[in-house]
Antibody, heavy 121, light 108 residues
Framework: EVQLVESGGGLVQPGGSLRLSCAAS????????MSWVRQAPGKGLEWVAN????????YYVDSVKGRFTISRDNAKNSLYLQMNSLRAEDTAVYYC??????????????WGQGTLVTVSS | SYELTQPPSVSVSPGQTARITCSAD??????AYWYQQKPGQAPVLVIY???ERPSGIPERFSGSSSGTTVTLTISGVQAEDEADYYC???????????FGGGTKLTVL
């Protein structure tokens, strides 16, 4: 059974940092692209970042470029999101998601339960 | 930037058919995907590759595509189908996934 379990969320002041983790199990982690997707309170889903199987390619939504870094450790079956210079608008539930592809078409076939990040003074 | 537009809300009575549309101003020949999200839960994939249904998803869920619009159809809506539904696609390179704004389905 595929499982994705996020951790690391919490309350942080504006300008602060936080590191999210996602522990994966039930599949060959190193064979899949992985993503972070977030959802602000009462709002819709927003893709945040993608990382290739070997970590050699990483992509970000414009609003987090230069502030967030996605990474992975295939030996530990873990995905990470380092978030720096946090802003109030980064407040959201952050989901870890496995990425599937049909040719060049990505989608999210498994999701974790999410971890809440609150940026507030 | 690439955007997907969904109606904010759709309401239907139990047993009726609900149709939720998702339109793009310029469809980059990418497949569309649909997710169901109930309050306090993570999204669940209900349609992939425009019209395919993952295992475990009821047959009353179907998808279709025509031009720059894709549609999620739920036939014989049940109370348990009340949820937010999101379409998702990507830019032409497949690098940047994009979500629609979401549609709240209310079962009257």
């Amino acid at each position: 059974e595929v499982q994705l379990v996020e951790s690391g969320g919490g309350l942080v002041q504006p300008g602060g940092s936080l590191r999210l983790s996602c522990a994966a199990s039930g599949f060959t982690f190193s064979s899949y692209w992985m993503s972070w997707v977030r959802q602000a309170p009462g709002k819709g889903l927003e893709w945040v970042a993608n990382i290739k199987q070997d970590g050699s390619e990483k992509y970000y939504v414009d609003s987090v470029k230069g502030r967030f870094t996605i990474s992975r450790d295939n030996a530990k079956n873990s995905l990470y999101l380092q978030m720096n210079s946090l802003r109030a608008e980064d407040t959201a539930v952050y989901y870890c998601a496995r990425v599937g592809y049909y040719y060049d078409s990505p989608y999210f076939d498994y999701w974790g339960q999410g971890t809440l990040v609150t940026v507030s003074s | 930037s690439y955007e997907l537009t969904q109606p904010p809300s759709v309401s239907v009575s139990p047993g009726q058919t609900a149709r939720i549309t998702c339109s793009a101003d310029a469809l980059p020949k990418q497949y569309a995907y649909w997710y169901q999200q109930k309050p306090g839960q993570a999204p669940v994939l209900v349609i992939y590759k425009d019209s395919e249904r993952p295992s475990g998803i009821p047959e009353r869920f179907s998808g279709s595509s025509s031009g720059t619009t894709v549609t999620l159809t739920i036939s014989g809506v049940q109370a348990e189908d009340e949820a937010d539904y999101y379409c998702q696609s990507a830019d032409s390179s497949g690098t940047y996934p994009v979500f629609g704004g979401g549609t709240k389905l209310t079962v009257l």
